[in-house]
């Protein structure tokens, strides 16, 4: 940390090279989590923050070791409690941009709750779900995105657990910011990220991201190159839905339940499609989207959802304000001697 | 305003003189008894007693009316000499219904006051509370003065003219009482007439109800001549100064925002709500223009991340709960152990273990502050003796938590939480000062580098251009902070973490000893046993015994002297509200045969029980 880093404000040009530490990274080799990374540190320089005010906080696994090679403030913390910890200093000092790094395992089975409140309260959090729908550094058993009947090492026979949905789980949770991308699309992950870093509230980013060494393979079924303009779905606000290798696919809404048309057969125009809209107050049509999965639907990737809403820190900040506005600062003679005193001679 | 206040108060019965009296007013939970018992405590330290309480209520919010889990009792002690416990026995009981008659005649003194509703004293209350004769006829109380009351068809009569339903007028029954006991124990209402007006000056009628009750049990004492004579606590001899009165709760979020303000930085409070720590976040929450941020967590462990992470950011970073959220908080303590950041843990201990006993008070965590984590992980411990001793203990936490970058208990208890006495207004400038010098040079900087006399590592906060770095629960390489696992650098590290503690020693202050430096008993205690132990060794003191007492306001690490103060006496007898916990540390450490007396009752020790266990060893 000592040979880089002297930043002393923004107007610096920081270049991708400045957000990489001396650490050598550890992840195994051909880990999905290696092309995150090299997104995330493309990403930085062009968000224009100075590199001192950004933190990274992770929890435990695999993904959790991110903060060590990001040349930022970080912290690597305890299982599952990395949205309370960033909660803490994005409240603490509202002018960081925090980003909480976590994975399947970390956000949804023993932090389901603190990723659930974090979202609800909407701090200002950057949130990457590294979700491989596998538990990669205790070596291999299944996590709670582990699809129903999968063979692993926890669960030689299949898993009997039915898998849970990050984004679901997040628009219930009300997060102001829900996005999904995946590790072999650098491109489109980039975009997110950028996305992710300049929303203000609650923010979270799915990654389908490959661990190819104990789930190898589970998302390619639909995003290996040469399926996956048939199998996935690009949402990109105020466009309909089209999908597929001639651009003729469509998804339209039959009541509440999503269908695939040919646009072209059976009189189906664009006109009929559902047009993407991100900013809808309320989270159904998302939410509906969201619950698309392979091999029923089209898997969609891109932005779900982005509204706007005060922050906690603006409102606790605001909240200082008024007190002191209304009571003047805090003065310590009249906080001790408040209340009924008396004096003995 | 008290002097003219008392004369105006005479009348025409004789006043005897005591020097000290124990009232304790038990109800139902609804029946406003902690309200009652707190009016009476304010308005005898204004006029000069000296006071200690004991509130004592039921876990249950609204148990059953009339039932025995129900009843809510609220004890104090005022004297006109310096007293230091809420007293053993109360020398008169004021008994709302038949449960709390139950539930509380067995602490009665004998020819003790007993006051009584007999409005609830019917057949259906009576059942509830088990007896199957009413006490009030059946010669059972003889042994006390009873004074039998219709308090409740009083208060109605006296409120015939109000407005209000009869349900809220039944309910200002407790001022009636408190009306009865003013005149008896010749109290001015003024204090409690102005707290009705700032409370209810929103409800006029609710303000005007409760100040006719009050009133109105006042005079029918007077009017009526109830009681044969009335009595006068003189002012104690207090120590010249300011003071309020303050429960341990207050003093200690007042304690933490004024250490904020001597650190110069802005306190963050974590906490999930439990009892009986909650009122610290209440109060912490009012103070927002102090900058105080208080942060509601989803559970306890979010309430430390949040805390760690706002002291990570440069924030006073506290987190307040009792014992089952410190066993939550266990990792993330490790965590704030590893990472080398202040910290400060307030645990308000109760009873238990799991639920236990939650409004009840206990010592019982002393082990688990020390050594409830995984592995090797050391921490300072400090416990406050007195509600007010609570501001010091938390400025002292915050000093040391800051200046030795490590987490700090501060182990408070409920007898302490709840319970209240005067409390000397500290002048602000006989307060330590607390220099936070955060990092800001690059030049030589690396996250665990160390200050030669603390072995603390830098403060350096997000933000400060340069000092970029990661932190995290992985054991670091000595100085440079990064990852590692070398058998070597561990051993090191962890004797580090261990030393560093312990250095605390040299910015704690020695032990003192109350009575004689040397002699055949020494009383060793911490926490809020303080009251108990001290009255009972300036009892055995008076009586010419060679008994001392020392209080340890700070548990780990020990002040440096306390080896050699134990040297000096024969037998150290250490009374604890656990099953000897500290006497534990003290065996082990300094290999005394330390003496264990310990109660798990759910309450504080009686001074009589101190004084026999000390009389076993003279």
């Given amino acids: 940390m000592s040979e880089n880093g002297h930043t002393t404000n923004g107007a610096v040009k920081l270049t991708r090279k400045d957000f990489q530490t001396d650490q050598e990274v550890r992840w195994c080799p051909g880990c999905g989590d290696y092309s995150i990374l090299a997104q995330v540190q493309k990403v930085m320089p062009e968000l224009g923050i100075p590199k001192e005010k950004i933190v990274f906080i992770s929890g435990i696994g695999c993904s959790s070791r991110f903060p060590y090679y990001m040349n930022t403030y970080g912290f690597h913390t305890i299982h599952g409690r990395a949205p309370a910890f960033a909660t803490g200093v994005k409240v603490a000092n509202p002018d ?70 990050p984004l679901s789980l997040a628009f219930a949770a009300e997060a102001t910011f829900v996005g999904r991308s995946m590790d072999v699309d650098p491109k489109h992950l980039a975009t997110m990220i950028e996305r992710l870093a300049a929303h203000k509230g609650s923010g979270f980013l799915e990654v389908y991201q490959n661990c190819n060494i104990f789930n190898d393979g589970t998302f390619k079924n639909f995003n290996e190159r040469e399926v996956k303009e048939d199998r996935m779905i690009q949402l990109e606000h105020g466009k309909p839905l089209i999908f597929g290798k001639n651009k003729n696919k469509g998804i339209r809404l039959n009541g509440v339940t999503p269908e695939i048309v040919t646009v072209g057969e059976n009189g189906v125009t664009v006109d009929d499609l559902l047009v993407h809209n991100e900013n809808a107050r309320e989270p159904n049509l998302p939410y509906i989207l969201g619950r698309m999965q392979f091999p029923e639907y089209p898997v969609p990737v891109g932005v779900f959802r982005a509204i706007e809403r ?36 | 305003m008290s002097a003219t206040t008392l004369e105006e108060t005479v009348t025409k019965l004789p006043i005897e003189e005591l020097e000290a009296v124990t009232i304790r007013f038990a109800g139902d939970s609804g029946d406003g008894m902690q309200v009652t018992g707190g009016q009476f405590t304010a308005t005898s330290a204004v006029i000069g007693n000296d006071i200690s309480t004991l509130p004592d209520f039921p876990a249950e919010i609204r148990a059953p009316a009339g039932s025995l889990p129900g ?89 015939e003219n109000s407005s209000m339903p009869f349900k809220q007028r039944e309910r200002c029954k407790n001022f009636y009482a408190l009306g009865l006991m003013y005149w008896l124990y010749d109290r001015p209402m003024e204090p409690t007439l102005k707290w009705i007006d700032d409370k209810f000056g929103a409800k006029p009628e609710v303000a005007e109800a409760n ?80 900058g105080v941020k208080t942060f509601q967590a989803e559970d306890e462990i979010a309430a430390i991340g949040a805390a760690i992470g706002a002291s990570f950011a440069g924030h006073i970073g506290l987190t307040g709960t009792s014992g089952p959220g410190v066993a939550l ?135 400060t251009p340069g000092l970029e770095h990661r932190i995290g629960g992985i054991e670091k390489k000595h100085i440079t902070g990064n990852v590692n696992y070398e058998p070597d650098n561990h051993d090191f590290m962890v004797r580090l973490r261990a030393e560093k503690i312990q250095r605390m020693q040299q910015d704690i202050p020695p032990l003192e000893v109350f009575g004689a430096p040397e002699g055949k008993v020494l009383v060793l205690g911490w926490g809020s046993t303080y009251g108990a132990i001290t009255t009972a060794v300036e009892q055995m003191r008076e009586r010419g015994h060679a008994v001392s007492s020392a209080h340890l306001r700070y548990l780990n690490p020990f002040p440096s002297n306390l080896g050699d103060v134990l040297k000096r006496f024969e037998t150290v007898i250490i009374p604890e509200l656990n099953l000897g916990q500290l006497c534990m540390l003290i065996r082990a450490q300094f290999l005394i045969d330390a003496v264990s007396f310990s109660q798990v009752k759910g309450k504080p020790f009686k001074v009589s029980a101190l004084v026999n266990k000390i009389k076993e060893y003279l």
């Fill in chain 2, 211 to 290: 100040v006719m009750a009050l009133k109105a049990g006042y005079n029918y004492a007077d009017t009526m001549e109830l009681f044969t004579s009335h009595y006068h606590v003189g002012k104690a001899q207090i120590k010249p100064g300011k003071y309020r009165n303050i429960t341990g709760n207050e003093a200690t979020a007042i304690g933490f925002i004024t250490a904020s303000q001597l650190a110069g930085r802005p306190l963050f409070y974590g906490s999930y709500p439990i009892t009986p720590a909650s009122d610290i976040l209440h109060e912490l929450s009012k103070h927002k223009n102090f």
């Fill in chain 1, 310 to 345: 005060p922050t906690y820190e603006q409102m606790l900040v605001g909240q200082i304000s008024t007190a002191v506005e209304t009571k003047g600062a805090g003065s310590l003679e009249k906080l001790i001697n408040s209340g009924e005193t008396w004096v003995i001679n």
């Fill in chain 2, 71 to 159: 009843v809510s009792g609220y004890q104090l002690n005022f004297s006109s000499r310096d007293i230091h416990t809420p007293g053993d026995e109360p020398n008169v009981l004021v008994a709302m219904n038949p449960a709390a008659l139950k539930v509380n005649i067995k602490d009665l003194e004998p020819g003790g006051i007993l006051v009584l509703n007999t409005d609830e004293f019917n057949d259906g209350n009576l059942k509830k509370a088990g007896y199957t004769a009413n006490p009030i006829d059946d010669g059972s109380l003889s042994g006390y003065r009873v004074f039998k009351l219709p308090i409740t068809s009083l208060t109605l009569k006296a409120l």
């Fill in chain 2, 329 to 463: 908080k266990s990792e993330a303590i490790g965590l704030a152990v590893m990472t080398e950041l202040p910290l400060i843990i307030i645990d308000v201990q109760r009873g238990g273990p799991s639920t236990g006993l939650p409004t009840k008070t206990e010592q019982a965590d002393l082990l688990q502050a020390m050594f409830g984590r995984n592995s090797e992980s050391p921490v300072g411990i400090v416990a406050p003796a007195t509600p007010g001793d609570c501001f010091k203990m938390a400025v002292e936490a915050v000093r040391l938590a800051t200046k030795y970058m490590a987490p700090v208990f501060f182990l408070s208890d409920g007898y302490l939480g709840n319970g209240s006495e005067p409390w000397e207004i500290p002048s602000l400038d006989s307060l330590p000062e607390m220099k936070i010098n955060f990092r800001t040079e690059v030049e030589g900087f690396f996250p665990y580098m160390r200050d030669e006399k603390t072995l603390a590592r830098p403060w350096a906060i997000p933000g």
């Fill in chain 1, 96 to 165: 960081l941009q925090v980003w909480v790094i976590t994975g399947d395992g970390d956000a949804l089975s023993i932090g389901g709750n603190h990723f659930m409140h974090a979202l609800r309260r909407n701090v200002d959090l950057k949130i990457i779900l590294f979700n491989n729908r596998i538990y990669g550094l205790t070596k291999g058993q299944y996590s709670p995105t582990s699809e129903l009947g999968k063979r692993n090492k926890s669960a030689p026979m299949g898993t009997i657990d039915y898998p849970i949905n």
